[in-house]
């Protein structure tokens, strides 16, 4: 396998590039800089899809690639530094043939985009580049929204640029979170989770920045830019576009949606409250024991994003009505109730909790929210108003 893989790159570099090399040679450039844009993968970090900078140096006989995309899953406390928003990505500089093997060897579409940049323009702009990529300037503060891998290459294209980059208008009516609606929902999971940790901010309508965070989104916007000189001569940002790869990626079916779950839940939670009218109420509190400490643990999630996270769009939740820490103190509150057979307070707390969040979000529509949503209102409502009901 790694013999075929080799012969891949080395065919690549014998055949592909030269020839691109020569047809840029003839219009007497040096420098030839692009925009890829690579189509979204199956994975969670990849369901954006992905932007790079490609700089093919004709004098030197180079092809690299400029990313910004580069994280470590390996890294000390990644998972908690993500969390609070406190995530370094780097910029990282590859060959440009092991770049197009990695996803091609995925199936995944990638496009590129051709910069009709003047000769010093794409000097400029690989200078840029070569000193974002030293060692003490390549690491930056990862913002999922507003500075990413898409926002990065175009910010330094634009740096690069004898003039002024003018973009073509925004889609008319998006948001943040239907853009993450468009790109997470052939993910079900992804799509639920990552829809409860956004706030209300991402409900917003969003201009050309706001839509440059999607590499898709970028990639239309890029197309239709114009760069104006300081002497007024207008010319368009991309001089071609390339096809690289197509794409053959294939998603398998998700049979355990948020619905599935959800449903099965409520399901579950209609049966429990009968058995605590029959007067099973141990195995009542039992069974819902394990619900609570799931729903107080992704409360710890929310509680952080909101009050301690740098992640925008994640503060101001009204989700956090649902998912909070409290049920955490109330399993062991609930239980000295059953043993010393006194009255369970904690249902008319949580069922005020819901009212309000059904008021806000349902009423007066405070937050866009996914409906798997109202699936949990509906289990965490009949397991409360059973208890409240229940002496």
Same mark, same amino acid.
């Given at each position: 396998?790694?013999?075929?893989?080799?012969? *891949?790159?080395?065919?690549?570099?014998?055949?592909?590039?030269?020839?691109?090399?020569?047809?840029?040679?003839?219009?007497?450039?040096?420098?030839?800089? &692009?925009?890829?844009?690579?189509?979204?993968?199956?994975?969670?970090?990849?369901?954006?899809?992905?932007?790079?900078?490609?700089?093919?140096?004709?004098?030197?006989?180079?092809?690299?690639? *400029?990313?910004?995309?580069?994280?470590?899953?390996?890294?000390?406390?990644?998972?908690?530094?993500?969390?609070?928003?406190?995530?370094?990505? %780097?910029?990282?500089? /590859? %060959? =440009?043939? =092991?770049?197009?093997?990695? =996803?091609?060897?995925?199936?995944?579409?990638?496009?590129?985009?051709?910069?009709?940049?003047?000769?010093?323009?794409?000097?400029?702009?690989? $200078?840029?580049?070569?000193?974002?990529?030293?060692?003490?300037?390549?690491?930056?503060?990862?913002?999922?929204?507003?500075?990413?891998?898409?926002?990065?290459?175009?910010?330094?294209?634009?740096?690069?640029?004898?003039?002024?980059?003018?973009?073509?208008?925004?889609?008319?009516?998006?948001?943040?979170?239907?853009?993450?609606?468009?790109?997470?929902?052939?993910?079900?999971?992804? *799509?639920?989770?990552?829809?409860?940790?956004?706030?209300? !901010?991402?409900?917003?309508?969003?201009?050309?920045?706001?839509?440059?965070?999607?590499?898709?989104?970028?990639?239309?916007?890029? $197309?239709?830019?114009?760069? /104006?000189?300081?002497?007024?001569?207008?010319?368009?940002?991309?001089?071609? !576009?390339?096809?690289?790869?197509?794409?053959?990626?294939?998603?398998?079916?998700?049979? %355990? &949606?948020?619905?599935?779950?959800?449903?099965?839940?409520?399901?579950?939670?209609?049966?429990?409250?009968?058995?605590?009218?029959?007067?099973?109420?141990?195995?009542?509190?039992?069974?819902?024991?394990?619900?609570?400490?799931?729903?107080?643990?992704?409360?710890? +999630? +929310?509680?952080?994003?909101?009050?301690?996270?740098?992640?925008?769009?994640?503060?101001?939740?009204?989700?956090?009505?649902?998912?909070?820490?409290?049920?955490?103190?109330?399993?062991?509150?609930?239980?000295?109730?059953?043993?010393?057979?006194?009255?369970?307070? *904690?249902?008319?707390?949580?069922?005020?909790?819901?009212?309000?969040?059904?008021?806000?979000?349902?009423?007066?529509?405070?937050?866009?929210?996914?409906?798997?949503?109202?699936?949990?209102?509906?289990?965490?409502?009949?397991?409360?108003?059973?208890?409240?009901?229940?002496?």
């Amino acid at each position: 396998m790694r013999s075929l893989h080799a012969l *891949y790159l080395t065919l690549l570099l014998l055949f592909m590039l030269p020839a691109q090399s020569k047809a840029e040679a003839v219009e007497g450039k040096s420098v030839v800089v &692009s925009l890829i844009t690579c189509h979204p993968g199956d994975l969670t970090y990849e369901l954006y899809g992905h932007s790079a900078l490609r700089v093919m140096d004709l004098e030197q006989g180079t092809d690299y690639v *400029y990313n910004y995309g580069i994280f470590d899953f390996e890294s000390d406390n990644f998972v908690l530094r993500f969390i609070l928003g406190k995530t370094d990505y %780097m910029l990282g500089v /590859t %060959m =440009y043939p =092991y770049f197009h093997y990695a =996803y091609a060897a995925q199936g995944r579409r990638m496009d590129e985009q051709v910069l009709n940049l003047t000769p010093a323009e794409s000097k400029r702009l690989q $200078a840029l580049l070569n000193e974002n990529a030293r060692p003490e300037n390549r690491v930056y503060r990862y913002n999922f929204l507003e500075d990413n891998c898409v926002t990065r290459a175009v910010d330094m294209v634009a740096k690069a640029v004898e003039g002024q980059v003018a973009f073509p208008e925004a889609e008319p009516g998006k948001t943040f979170r239907a853009l993450v609606k468009e790109h997470t929902a052939r993910n079900p999971w992804d *799509y639920f989770v990552q829809n409860v940790l956004l706030g209300m !901010e991402v409900d917003t309508l969003i201009g050309v920045r706001g839509q440059m965070f999607a590499p898709l989104y970028a990639e239309r916007l890029v $197309a239709g830019a114009t760069v /104006t000189d300081s002497l007024g001569n207008e010319r368009p940002l991309v001089k071609k !576009e390339v096809r690289l790869t197509e794409d053959s990626t294939q998603f398998a079916p998700h049979l %355990m &949606s948020p619905q599935v779950v959800f449903g099965a839940l409520l399901a579950l939670s209609v049966v429990l409250v009968v058995l605590l009218r029959l007067g099973w109420r141990k195995t009542f509190y039992a069974v819902e024991t394990p619900l609570l400490l799931v729903q107080g643990l992704a409360g710890c +999630i +929310i509680f952080t994003l909101c009050f301690f996270s740098e992640h925008p769009a994640v503060d101001n939740n009204w989700n956090l009505l649902l998912l909070n820490p409290l049920p955490l103190l109330a399993i062991p509150y609930q239980w000295w109730t059953v043993s010393k057979g006194h009255r369970n307070y *904690y249902p008319f707390v949580q069922l005020t909790l819901l009212a309000a969040y059904a008021f806000g979000v349902g009423m007066l529509h405070a937050q866009g929210v996914v409906g798997a949503v109202w699936l949990v209102v509906g289990v965490l409502a009949v397991l409360n108003f059973g208890k409240v009901m229940t002496k």
